[in-house]
Structure formats: C-alpha cells, structure tokens
C-alpha cells in the first residue's frame, strides 16, 4: 500500500469515527454508515482507482440506497460496479437496520439510477475505467444514509438545523482533508447541494469549483437526457470524457 493510499483511509477513518458520534433528531430513525459495514469494496475502490493530481473531483451529496449504501462506491450501482470497475467484496450490514431497507450488498437487485446513468456515461466514453479515474473520481461530501420510521429516504439538507450544523462541520473538515490529499485542479458539485457544500468547505483559497446538473431521476430536467447535459457542463469546465 502506497503512503497515498494509506493516508486516503487514515482520513476516511477519522471521517467514519466521526460522524458515528453524532446523533440525529426525528423523523430520522435509522441512519446507515457505508464507511463501516461496506469498507471492504470501498478499499479496493480507493486502492485502485484514487490518485493524486487528478483533474477533477466530482463530489455528490451522500450514498443512495441502492447505491453506495450497498457497495461502498459513491454512486455505486452494483451492476457496474462489478462489471465495469471490476470490484466486489463482501459488505456487511448495519448495526440499526431497517426491514425495508436491507443491505444485499452485491446481491442487491434494485438499480441506482443516479449511479447507472453517472457510471453508464463513463462507461459509455471511456474505454476502460482506467481511462476514467485518468482525468476524474468520485467521492460523497456525506457518507451517511438517512430515513425516517417509513423507510422513506432523507437528504442530509431536510435533516433539522442543529443536525445540519453539526454534520457540516464534520463533513466540511472532511473534504478539505480528502481534497488535500487528492490534489484535484477542480471540485465538481454534482448538484447544487455538493457544489454549495465545496465553496463553503474549500473557500476562495481552495481548488476551481464548478457544477453539473444532479442525475437523480426526481429531476424533471435530468430525466430529459441526463448525459448529453452533463457532457457539455463537463466540456465546457475543460473535461473531455470522449477520448475512445
């Protein structure tokens, strides 16, 4: 292990320990810690693919239920996550689990739209994952899942105030660390909500920080060609993915 790599999971221990000590208000319920229960796949996704220097950081808001929350990759649909970057490892589960909301892990069915459409246009202009990570790598600002007693999914933005604060201030502290290491000329928001958290975490003095539309299928605008959008925002902040 590289002393690259060593200090990228020292960070995201401090960040795991971290935000397990908070404590959130209802209608939060149950909250899910992927950085735990799904570490194994989260470490080889680090070990393989995070490299210093790299271009751009795209940087989402936190891990989606049938995302990250079952492969510990940030925008993690398993399908691609196994067939494309060519990780799996066991995942286990959460200590507080819901009976709605179970981890399957690699054996998880349901698909992440956010995730397919984000890692199928990787997939779909580049030639191999490497060719990827070359220019680009995904992290969450907030690696926590949320959700009330229904099952129903909570966005770190709709968690009450004080809980906000409180889990700004760790994720915040987070980023810059994350951001540090990795060196990336530019923090892509993927959505308003990451954009906003990076100009406040990383400031004036930190790396660019540039946009691109959200690919969540709640999105009336996302779900009018997700890809060829965020393929121009990308072009147009010096990315080119189309390098076949």
């Known amino acids: 292990m590289t002393h690259f790599t060593a200090a990228l999971l020292r960070s995201v221990n401090e960040l795991s320990r971290a935000v397990d000590a908070l404590e959130f208000a209802p209608p939060t ?23 210093r220097g ?59 739209v956010s995730g397919q459409r984000l890692w199928g246009l990787a997939r779909e202009r580049c030639p191999t994952p490497g060719a990827f990570f070359e220019q680009l790598f995904v992290w969450n600002y907030c690696p926590l899942v949320f959700m009330e ?47 906003d958290r990076a100009r406040t975490a990383l400031g004036p003095s930190g790396p660019r920080i540039g946009t691109i539309l959200h690919p969540s299928p709640a999105s009336p ?10 393929e121009k925002q990308l072009r147009a902040l010096g990315i080119e993915l189309d390098i076949r």
């Open 29 to 51: 319920t149950h909250v899910y810690n992927p950085l735990d229960y799904a570490r194994a796949p989260l470490e080889l996704y680090l070990k393989r693919y995070a490299r």
């Open 54 to 112: 790299v271009k751009g950081l795209l940087l989402g808001m936190n891990p989606g239920p049938y995302g990250m929350a079952q492969t510990g990759v940030p925008f993690g649909e398993v399908a691609i996550v196994r067939d494309w970057l060519g990780l799996e490892a066991p995942v286990a589960r959460p200590a507080n689990e819901h009976p709605k909301r179970p981890i399957e892990g690699f054996a998880c069915t349901r698909s992440e």
């Open 149 to 195: 007693a229904s099952a129903k999914n909570r966005t770190p933005d709709k968690l009450p105030k004080a809980d906000c604060d409180a889990l700004y201030a760790v994720c915040d502290e987070a980023l810059r660390r994350f951001v540090a290491l990795l060196e990336p000329q530019l923090v892509i928001g993927v959505g308003k909500f990451a954009e």
């Open 221 to 230: 605008v996302a779900n009018r060609g997700w890809a060829p959008q965020a």
